[in-house]
């Protein structure tokens, strides 16, 4: 029996990591407007219906988390969680209820994943689902059915799952770069991309990563079916942002035609080696991520006012961040919430913390599989 192609998607994202370490872990926020926080009786009860049938995660460490104000929870310090409140991050994910002091009204989701299982815009859906089952007490995962709509094998996932290392080497809080915040107004793709063009320029790029995801299933809030789409420095430079856009979307047929010929696991292993390899081998790297207007998912259609999504912050976990240090690489990433657009970039540090990031990423044995 054929493998679909979002099977084969999610396995090649599985074997391009040779193991799990703290390196690995995909931290993100969830903020939320709510008449009540929801206790962690009620986040254990929501969360028996996502390990119902889900063939890569059975528990999760859950721990309640309060600050005074939003602002002593900022985006930089998310990596610092999985060192603090999840020493045996080997075990699973860590997932935290997030409230503050200021105001009661404020409703956080905080997780830290494994990226080799789980991206971030499958994170976002797992938080939206979450709140979903915690303001109706019913299944908002549909793990199963999700499963059984792409056509996944779910038996088989656990062939092609990394080893996680045990016992954990220690979870650094360093950051290769720091972050900078904005607001602006919402843009379309074109405009967005045009901006991105010229931040490209700006910091004399060779290469641009699209991280864009290939399975958008509104059924299925799990897994990592993320690509790296290359767009080299001459098409940049000759380019529009809707020729950008055109260019990345024939990368991502021509990955995905060639991803339509694997079946055996040992070339979903070769294939995922060669993937990573790649990856750290391309220099000069400028990453966009951009998850576009995510209203549609913002919890105002079931129960507004038990729980409306106001702001969603992540990062890339440590090994894709050690990608995008240096003078000519960066980051930036975006997400659109009805009529304010959320952007996020790195700014490139100097020595010695350029150090930091090579011993963290480039010394990583994960990180450097095919090299």
Not at 320 to 327: A, D, E, W, Y
């Amino acid at each position: 029996m054929t493998l679909s192609i979002a099977d084969k998607v999610l396995r090649l994202s599985l074997t391009t990591f040779s193991f799990i370490n703290a390196s690995q872990f995909f931290p993100s926020l969830s903020t939320y407007k709510v008449d009540r926080a929801f206790d962690l009786t009620e986040f254990e009860e929501a969360m028996t219906h996502f390990f119902r049938g889900n063939p890569l995660f059975s528990k999760c460490h859950l721990v309640e988390l309060t600050f005074d104000t939003p602002e002593d929870f900022p985006l930089s310090s998310f990596q610092g969680l999985l060192a603090e409140k999840y020493e045996s991050y080997y075990d699973s994910f860590l997932l935290a209820s997030v409230t503050y002091r200021s105001d009661p009204h404020l409703q956080g989701i905080f997780t830290c994943v494994p990226f080799p299982l789980q991206d971030g815009y499958k994170t976002f859906r797992f938080h939206q689902a979450l709140m979903r089952t915690l303001k109706t007490r019913q299944d908002g995962f549909q793990i199963v059915q999700g499963l059984a709509e792409l056509g996944i094998r779910s038996d088989e996932l656990a062939d092609f799952l990394p080893p996680v290392e045990t016992p954990p080497a220690g979870a650094t809080k360093e950051l290769p770069v720091t972050f900078t915040e904005s607001c602006d107004s919402p843009t379309t793709i074109g405009p967005f991309l045009e901006r991105m063009k010229k931040d490209f320029l700006h910091r004399d790029s060779g290469n641009m990563f699209v991280l864009k995801n290939s399975l958008y299933s509104p059924k299925l809030p799990l897994g990592n079916s993320l690509q790296f789409l290359t767009v080299p420095r001459s098409v940049i430079t000759q380019s529009t942002g809707i020729q950008i856009r055109d260019y990345y979307r024939a990368e991502e047929q021509r990955q995905i035609d060639l991803l339509s010929r694997v079946e055996r696991r040992e070339d979903f292993i070769e294939a995922g080696q060669a993937r990573i390899g790649k990856m750290i081998a391309t220099p000069d790297v400028f990453a966009v991520n951009n998850y576009g207007n995510v209203s549609a998912h913002d919890g105002s259609d079931t129960h507004a006012d038990q729980g409306t999504l106001v702001k969603y912050e992540w990062h890339m976990p440590l090994i894709v961040l050690g990608l995008t240090v240096g003078k000519r690489s960066g980051l930036s990433w975006t997400i659109t919430i009805r009529d304010k657009a959320f952007n996020f970039a790195t700014v490139a540090r100097t020595s010695p913390q350029d150090d930091i990031a090579e011993a963290t990423i480039g010394n990583d044995p994960a990180a450097s599989v095919a090299s």
